[in-house]
């Protein structure tokens, strides 16, 4: 009986191990954007709630923008209307 509790136990133990490692690991690149996920449209910039940049360790460079309502989508932060939207919120920043 000791040894199946014992062969129990480590099954438990290891089960758990691995899934906090696979969590880590999707956690990391659940913020990156792949290729068929970046949006092309301008998103109007009432409708931003804010951006983060991807992890330099993610395929693409990219901006995660999240909406109001929760949405997030992938951006190309290399697009003028992203760069122009940027810009205007740094000089928010700075004039307050």
Same mark, same amino acid.
């Given at each position: ?22 969590? $880590?690991? #999707?956690?990391? @690149?659940? /913020?990156?954007? @792949?290729?068929?996920?970046?949006? #092309? ?9 804010? @951006? ?6 993610? $395929?693409?460079?990219?901006? #995660? /923008? ?18 122009? @939207? ?6 928010? #920043?700075? $004039?307050?």
């Amino acid at each position: 009986m000791k040894v199946f509790s014992l062969a129990l136990l480590t099954l438990l133990l290891v089960a758990l191990w691995t899934g906090s490692q696979g969590a $880590s690991l #999707r956690s990391s @690149y659940s /913020v990156c954007c @792949y290729k068929d996920m970046f949006i #092309r449209k301008k998103i109007p910039t009432s409708l931003i709630k804010g @951006y983060q940049k991807t992890p330099s360790n993610c $395929s693409h460079k990219a901006v #995660r /923008v999240e909406l109001l309502k929760g949405k997030k989508f992938c951006v190309d932060p290399e697009e003028g209307w992203f760069q122009q @939207y940027q810009q205007e919120k740094e000089a928010t #920043r700075i $004039s307050t």
